[in-house]
């Protein structure tokens, strides 16, 4: 769908009156999907009709119903609890909806609405639109903090990964035997098995003390890094007679892949992987010392010749990089946010809300609702879906932090 034509078509329309932005509203051409089971997209519309008398209507409901959680005048100062001064109206209303037939989850909000008539909903919703919106939250001025927003996790892994090239490889492809390729692994894995050596859960000393002094966000990096570069075969000689490997791998085959690339991200790759390495693992499952039973049990009739081929075998094949992106600026995230929300958050779409001097706990908690597909949303879903958790906390934050504005949209008649 086209997303900005919307937003163009208000835009064009809108006229500059009073405090805030007046926009001109003819056609309902929202981008938003209207909640299942609405009546149309002019139901969801009309807040924008209310009259005065509606407004005042709406406040005295505000007051007795919304007020002790939202705030007295739409600013909530809950955690969890969202802001809805300036909200937009119409979309304040779909959600009022959405909760009232149970399309939303469960919560304070089912039971707040639950007595009231659908006229009520509407005046509620048009009420809060003629509030002024909350204050940005504040950008703390200490240096620490700007740091952390400019963090750029890939140069960050890059530069920890430094101390690991020796062994490993440059980029992860490794060219001393015994010593593991770090590619083609997904960055799951790489993190989860750092986090062994270090709790001493999977044993090797030499990696213990290498790892010691890596933070949480240090593994993270570093995998992350690992997983983004170029895949390729490990530099370091394969012993062993692939072919007869190639056929003693079918059993492995289910969790590793057929050649190696393992399907299921909880399970490593093997394609590529040196083959010294490949060979000691099994043989660290087989005799325990390398602790995990289903790897035991698969490797437990296997002997040394058997353990030699499947390793060459596996280290023959094309390693293949791991499903994950380079993480964007948080710059080139908001501004895909931006298409649709508006401006710095700033929504002209009636129904899409404005995110601008939203609490930053409750973005963040919606977006992640979304993302486990609590509260659905066909767009929300696709946009969450490849957030990690700390781009969505930067973005909660951004968020929280720009200034809100007003909108009032006034229905045209069309032509
Ligand atoms: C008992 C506390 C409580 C009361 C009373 C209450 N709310 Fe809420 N409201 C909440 C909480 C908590 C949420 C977040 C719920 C969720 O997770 O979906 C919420 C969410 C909302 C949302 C969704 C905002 C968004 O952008 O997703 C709207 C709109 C809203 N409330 C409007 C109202 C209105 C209008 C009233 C009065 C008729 C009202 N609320 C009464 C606690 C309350
Ligand atoms: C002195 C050589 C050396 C250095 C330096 C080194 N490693 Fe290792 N690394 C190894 C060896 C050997 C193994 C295999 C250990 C085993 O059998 O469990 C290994 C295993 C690993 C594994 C497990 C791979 C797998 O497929 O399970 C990861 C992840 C890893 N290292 C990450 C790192 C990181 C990150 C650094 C830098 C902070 C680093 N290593 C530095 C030698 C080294
Ligand atoms: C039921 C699924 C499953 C099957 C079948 C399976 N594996 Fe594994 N394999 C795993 C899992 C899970 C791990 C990671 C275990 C860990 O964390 O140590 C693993 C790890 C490995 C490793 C270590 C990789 C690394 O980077 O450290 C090797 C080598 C390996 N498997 C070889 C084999 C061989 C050879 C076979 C067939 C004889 C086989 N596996 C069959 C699930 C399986
Ligand atoms: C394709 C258009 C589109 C894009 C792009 C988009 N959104 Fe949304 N967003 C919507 C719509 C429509 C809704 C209302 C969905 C609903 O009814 O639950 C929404 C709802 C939200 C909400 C819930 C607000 C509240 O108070 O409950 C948040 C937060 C949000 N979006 C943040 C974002 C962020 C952050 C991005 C960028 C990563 C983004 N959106 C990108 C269309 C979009």
Same mark, same amino acid.
């Not at 809805?84 to 779909?94: E, G, K, N, S, V």
């Not at 959405?98 to 006229?119: C, E, I, N």
């Not at 001025?141 to 101390?163: H, V």
């Not at 590793?256 to 093997?270: C, I, K, Q, R, Y």
């Given at each position: 769908?086209?997303?900005?034509?919307?937003?163009?078509?208000?835009?064009?329309?809108?006229?500059?009156?009073?405090?805030?932005?007046?926009?001109?509203?003819?056609?309902?051409?929202?981008?938003?999907?209207?909640?299942?089971?609405?009546?149309?997209?002019?139901?969801?519309?009309?807040?924008?009709?209310?009259?005065?008398?509606?407004?005042?209507?709406?406040?005295?409901?505000?007051?007795?119903?919304?007020?002790?959680?939202?705030?007295?005048?739409?600013?909530?100062?809950?955690?969890?609890?969202?802001?809805?001064?300036?909200?937009?109206?119409?979309?304040?209303?779909?959600?009022?909806?959405?909760?009232?037939?149970?399309?939303?989850?469960?919560?304070?909000?089912?039971?707040?609405?639950?007595?009231?008539?659908?006229?009520?909903?509407?005046?509620?919703?048009?009420?809060?639109?003629?509030?002024?919106?909350?204050?940005?939250?504040?950008?703390?001025?200490?240096?620490?903090?700007?740091?952390?927003?400019?963090?750029?996790?890939?140069?960050?892994?890059?530069?920890?990964?430094?101390?690991?090239?020796?062994?490993?490889?440059?980029?992860?492809?490794?060219?001393?035997?015994?010593?593991?390729?770090?590619?083609?692994?997904?960055?799951?894995?790489?993190?989860?098995?750092?986090?062994?050596?270090?709790?001493?859960?999977?044993?090797?000393?030499?990696?213990?003390?290498?790892?010691?002094?890596?933070?949480?966000?240090?593994?993270? $990096? #570093?995998?992350?890094?690992?997983?983004?570069?170029? &895949?390729?075969? !490990? =530099?370091?000689? *394969?012993?062993?007679? +692939?072919? @007869?490997?190639?056929?003693?791998?079918?059993?492995?085959?289910?969790?590793?892949? $057929? #050649?190696?690339?393992?399907?299921?991200?909880?399970? &490593?790759?093997? !394609? =590529?992987?040196? *083959?010294?390495?490949? +060979?000691? @693992?099994?043989?660290?499952?087989?005799?325990?010392?390398?602790?995990?039973?289903?790897?035991?049990?698969?490797?437990?009739?296997?002997?040394?010749?058997?353990?030699?081929?499947?390793? *060459?075998?596996?280290?023959?094949?094309?390693?293949?990089?791991?499903?994950?992106?380079?993480?964007?600026?948080?710059?080139?995230?908001?501004?895909?946010?931006?298409?649709?929300?508006?401006?710095?958050?700033?929504?002209?779409?009636?129904?899409?809300?404005?995110?601008?001097?939203?609490?930053?706990?409750?973005?963040?908690?919606?977006?992640?609702?979304?993302?486990?597909?609590?509260?659905?949303?066909?767009?929300?879903?696709?946009?969450?879906?490849?957030?990690?958790?700390?781009?969505?906390?930067?973005?909660?934050?951004?968020?929280?932090?720009?200034?809100?504005?007003?909108?009032?949209?006034?229905?045209?008649?069309?032509?």
């Amino acid at each position: 769908m086209p997303l900005t034509t919307s937003a163009q078509t208000f835009a064009q329309a809108a006229m500059a009156l009073l405090a805030g932005a007046v926009l001109a509203l003819s056609a309902a051409t929202s981008c938003a999907q209207p909640a299942k089971g609405s009546a149309g997209p002019s139901a969801e519309l009309r807040p924008i009709f209310a009259t005065a008398p509606d407004i005042m209507e709406g406040k005295r409901l505000a007051d007795v119903s919304c007020a002790r959680c939202h705030g007295a005048n739409g600013i909530s100062a809950s955690a969890g609890v969202p802001h809805i001064a300036a909200q937009r109206p119409p979309y304040i209303y779909m959600q009022l909806r959405a909760y009232l037939q149970g399309a939303r989850p469960q919560s304070a909000m089912t039971g707040a609405v639950k007595f009231l008539s659908d006229d009520a909903l509407v005046k509620v919703s048009a009420y809060y639109g003629t509030l002024d919106p909350a204050r940005p939250a504040p950008v703390p001025a200490t240096k620490s903090g700007a740091a952390a927003a400019k963090r750029d996790p890939l140069q960050a892994g890059k530069a920890a990964a430094a101390a690991c090239g020796g062994c490993h490889g440059d980029t992860g492809v490794s060219k001393t035997p015994g010593s593991p390729s770090l590619v083609g692994l997904d960055p799951k894995y790489l993190a989860a098995t750092m986090k062994a050596y270090k709790t001493g859960q999977r044993k090797h000393d030499l990696m213990k003390s290498l790892v010691a002094s890596l933070s949480d966000a240090d593994v993270a $990096d #570093t995998a992350l890094f690992y997983a983004l570069q170029k &895949p390729a075969r !490990a =530099g370091t000689p *394969a012993p062993g007679d +692939a072919a @007869a490997g190639k056929k003693a791998a079918v059993a492995c085959a289910g969790c590793h892949g $057929d #050649t190696g690339v393992a399907p299921d991200p909880a399970n &490593p790759s093997l !394609a =590529g992987q040196d *083959a010294q390495y490949l +060979a000691v @693992a099994t043989q660290a499952y087989k005799d325990g010392t390398r602790k995990d039973e289903t790897m035991k049990s698969m490797v437990a009739a296997l002997d040394d010749a058997a353990i030699k081929n499947i390793a *060459a075998f596996y280290a023959g094949q094309q390693p293949q990089a791991p499903k994950v992106r380079k993480p964007l600026s948080l710059a080139e995230l908001s501004e895909r946010c931006d298409r649709c929300h508006g401006i710095n958050g700033n929504s002209i779409d009636p129904l899409v809300p404005a995110i601008a001097a939203q609490r930053a706990d409750w973005l963040e908690q919606v977006l992640n609702t979304y993302h486990t597909g609590a509260r659905k949303s066909t767009a929300m879903a696709a946009m969450t879906s490849v957030l990690s958790e700390g781009e969505t906390k930067e973005l909660a934050t951004h968020y929280s932090r720009q200034t809100g504005r007003a909108v009032t949209f006034i229905p045209l008649s069309s032509k």
